[in-house]
């Protein structure tokens, strides 16, 4: 199992939303006629832009991938839980079953015994089972 995150890194998001408004503020000034290379000596070319796109596409991808990694691993492990949940409670209907045969089983003995004691009389015997297994 992977070792638990703080949370998705953020790094190749950050630098496509950095490339992306440097690809914004390159149109605008393209369309507008305006220097588009913001004073930088080298001029920004289509097919500069274009790689900055496909880069950022790719950045992108990668970012949605492992989006969809963090929500799957999140989602088996919730899928356990909830397995592992049913099975408690499974577990636990039958225990509630035995204990309520078992206290059934406890009335029986007591009336058992208080029958026994009407026609007999108190039996030393008796009486330590009743302390032992009755109270």
Known sequence: MAPASDGPSYSSSEASLTDLRELETLARGKQTGRPTNSGSETPVTETTLKALLDEL???IATDISAFRDEINGVSARLHNAEVTVAGHETRLTILEQELT????EQAKLRQHMATME???G????????RLKYLT
């Open 57 to 59: 596409r790719r950045n």
């Open 101 to 104: 045969a078992l206290r059934s």
């Open 118 to 120: 009407e026609h007999e």
């Open 122 to 129: 108190p039996k030393p015997s008796t009486q330590l089972l």
